[in-house]
């Protein structure tokens, strides 16, 4: 009975909205001698890159048998445009100050050289 069961991928965007993904039905012959024996069998499945934003969501995987169905506890993926960029403004504050400071003291020996003669 319970060899055979489809497994189906989908992901529910921010709207609630369903979309399905992925489906396959699958048929697993038992070995002799490992009937009436719990098996587990992986089954993963690789989703294609995200491509753009609205690509944001949660995605589900459910297994169903003819009168079971288990819906996995799924996994919320957030998708960005180009991710988070820190910025550094270390640079830009150390040669404005370097500049400033060579400014000033260029400024102070000119007036004290100015100021001898």
């Not at 270390?90 to 100050?97: A, K």
């Amino acid at each position: 009975k319970y060899t055979k069961f489809s497994i189906s991928y989908y992901w529910i965007n921010s709207l609630g909205q369903k979309t399905s993904i992925h489906h396959r039905s699958e048929n697993v012959p038992i070995p002799p001698g490992e009937e009436n024996k719990t098996a587990t069998i992986p089954y993963d499945y690789t989703i294609k890159s995200l491509e753009n934003t609205s690509s944001t969501g949660t995605y589900y995987c459910n297994v169903t048998w003819d009168d079971i169905r288990i819906m996995g506890k799924g996994v919320f993926v957030l998708a960005r445009d180009t991710g988070y960029v820190e910025t550094f403004y270390v640079w830009e504050i150390l040669v404005t100050l370097t500049v400033l400071l060579a400014v000033l003291s260029i400024t102070a020996t000119a007036l004290l050289l100015w100021k001898r003669k």
